[in-house]
């Protein structure tokens, strides 16, 4: 299955909330990994979802990952291509 098909799918059936917080812990594991190894210029893009920026605790989660891995948030961007798209819609 194509992203084209299992994005739209699984934010249909709200299973892109759970996967998207799944996804941005292994981000930021993937991450404090390259800091250990001595790689700490780099930084990471993670895609967020609709639903995951109209859920009310998205900013604790956020903070949860980060403190998790004792990252500082300037090492994590958001990219949102579906806010966009909705935006310029209307």
Same mark, same amino acid.
């Given at each position: 299955?194509?992203?084209?098909e299992f994005i ?10 759970p996967?998207?917080l799944g *996804?941005l812990?292994?981000a930021c594991?993937v /991450?404090k ?6 790689i700490n210029? +780099? =930084?990471m ?7 995951q920026i109209n859920?009310?605790d998205?900013?604790?989660d956020?903070k949860?990952?980060? *403190?998790?891995y004792?990252l500082?948030?300037a /090492?994590l961007?958001?990219?949102s291509?579906?806010?966009y798209? +909705? =935006?310029?819609?209307?």
């Amino acid at each position: 299955m194509s992203p084209e098909e299992f994005i739209p799918l699984s934010e249909d059936n709200g299973l892109i909330v759970p996967i998207g917080l799944g *996804l941005l812990y292994q981000a930021c594991k993937v /991450l404090k990994g390259w800091h250990r190894g001595r790689i700490n210029h +780099l =930084t990471m893009a993670v895609n967020i979802s609709y639903r995951q920026i109209n859920k009310d605790d998205l900013v604790n989660d956020l903070k949860l990952a980060l *403190l998790k891995y004792d990252l500082p948030e300037a /090492l994590l961007y958001f990219n949102s291509l579906n806010v966009y798209l +909705l =935006t310029i819609s209307i």
